[in-house]
């Protein structure tokens, strides 16, 4: 299971350089947001309806789903295009789609294979998890995560883990901090 703040890194950190090296400029707050929601939808979609209302079997379903992806990133794409950003809809776009793949190659973390099958809704399902609800999950999940770093020290996982961490705040903040940076400068134009 990949954490919602490890998604977001990796969908950050892809734009970011994406953007610093093919557009010579770093992301804007609402390429940020825009990346934030991208990188946290599939999710959002497919974990509440499996986990909190029974209506998948997994939380790898509609959200996550090869099928459904493209009709989800042309939706974005002409919302963006009806706003004159289309910018934004690359930037969704590819945080989605980041997070599909990591979610794919993320059990080779544990030395077992990708798995595909979190792609294949409704065709094929991945396993069905028994913890009950949205919040009985995260509990579940959550412990053993933080058993994991407690009881394990700074194993080579945690210790890349944090290493891609903070290195993906430093490339944010070089990059000027997107939206953090918006919101003061606007507290401030507003204060004086």
């Known amino acids: 299971m990949m954490w919602p703040w490890e998604h977001l890194l990796v969908a950050y950190g892809l734009y970011s350089l ?13 390429e940020t947001i825009a990346i934030a929601i991208g990188s946290q939808l599939p999710d959002l979609v497919d974990k509440p309806l499996a986990w909190t209302y029974g209506v998948t079997e997994t939380g790898y379903a509609i959200g996550h789903s090869a099928f459904v992806v493209p009709l989800v990133c042309l939706a974005t794409l002409v919302a963006a295009d009806r706003y ?5 809809a690359g930037a969704f776009s590819l945080a989605y789609g980041s ?14 294979p990708p798995e595909p099958r979190v792609l294949l809704w409704p065709l094929a399902s991945s396993p069905a998890g028994d913890h009950g609800g949205l919040f009985d999950h995260f509990v579940v999940y959550f412990s053993r995560y933080a058993n994991h770093l407690l009881d394990g020290g700074l194993s080579a996982a945690v210790a890349l883990q944090l290493a891609a961490g903070f290195s993906i705040v430093a490339l944010w903040l070089v990059d000027g901090a997107p939206v953090v940076s918006d919101c003061l400068r606007f507290v401030r134009d507003r204060l004086r």
């Open 18 to 30: 994406t953007t610093n090296v093919f557009l010579r400029r770093s992301p804007s707050a609402a």
């Open 99 to 112: 997070h599909l793949v990591t979610d794919v190659f993320n059990p080779m973390r544990s030395g077992r």
């Open 84 to 88: 004159g950003d289309r910018i934004l």
